[in-house]
């Protein structure tokens, strides 16, 4: 009798061990993929602002470099390059005017939850109508150009911020905010 209140209690303190144990390795999992997302912005920043070198070797300045998430492909995140240097020869947004450099998948089980932006002088609104948020810079500095495309409505322009949060879908109850605002700082923070 003894014996089987034992194993009886082992086995419920194994069940608490193992069911926090998914949480928090979700929660770990979710963490790391948030500050991945914040490390390539970052990269993305830098690389706007540094010369490339061309085929006949010379270097070239000010091609605005970016990244893309969009909401109808939640598991991933696309960086791309405008084709132009000139800001007069951009239009933002336009995915017809972009080199692709890759698209990046998101740890297992994780996902877009939501884009948030934050007009000059508003409070942030999440809007489930965003459908994708682009984010670019531009040389000589590292100020943050967005981009948020609505499924319907006008575009937001005068953008202070924007953030994207992620979350798991393994059950994990959190949710990670990356947010860039317009003088290009990131931030990762939980929500």
């Known amino acids: 009798m003894e014996l089987i209140i034992s194993i009886a209690i082992m086995g419920t303190i194994t069940a608490l061990v193992i069911a926090n144990y998914r949480s928090f390795d979700s929660t770990l999992m979710l963490k ?3 500050f991945e997302v914040a490390s390539v912005i970052r990269e993305v920043q ?9 085929s006949n070797n010379t ?6 470099y ?3 998430f969009d909401k109808t492909s939640p598991t991933e995140y696309k960086l791309f390059r405008y084709r132009s240097a ?10 017809s005017n972009v080199d692709n ?3 990046e998948m998101f740890n297992k089980a994780i996902e877009i939850d939501e884009i948030c932006v934050k007009l000059v002088n508003t409070a942030p609104v999440c809007d489930p109508d965003y459908e994708r948020l682009d984010v670019s810079f531009r040389r000589p500095d590292y100020k ?3 981009y948020i495309k609505r499924w319907t409505g006008a575009q937001p322009t005068s953008v202070e911020e924007a953030t994207i949060k992620i979350h798991s879908t393994n059950g994990s109850p959190d949710v990670f905010l990356i947010t860039i605002n317009s003088y290009g700082q ?6």
């Open 144 to 146: 943050a150009m967005f």
């Open 32 to 34: 790391n993929a948030a």
């Open 186 to 191: 990131i931030s990762v923070k939980k929500q």
């Open 86 to 95: 000139l800001a007069t020869e951009i239009n933002y947004g336009d995915t």
């Open 101 to 103: 450099l890759g698209t």
């Open 59 to 64: 270097a070239t300045f000010n091609y605005p």
């Open 46 to 54: 830098v690389r706007s602002i540094s010369s490339i070198r061309t």
């Open 66 to 68: 970016g990244i893309s």
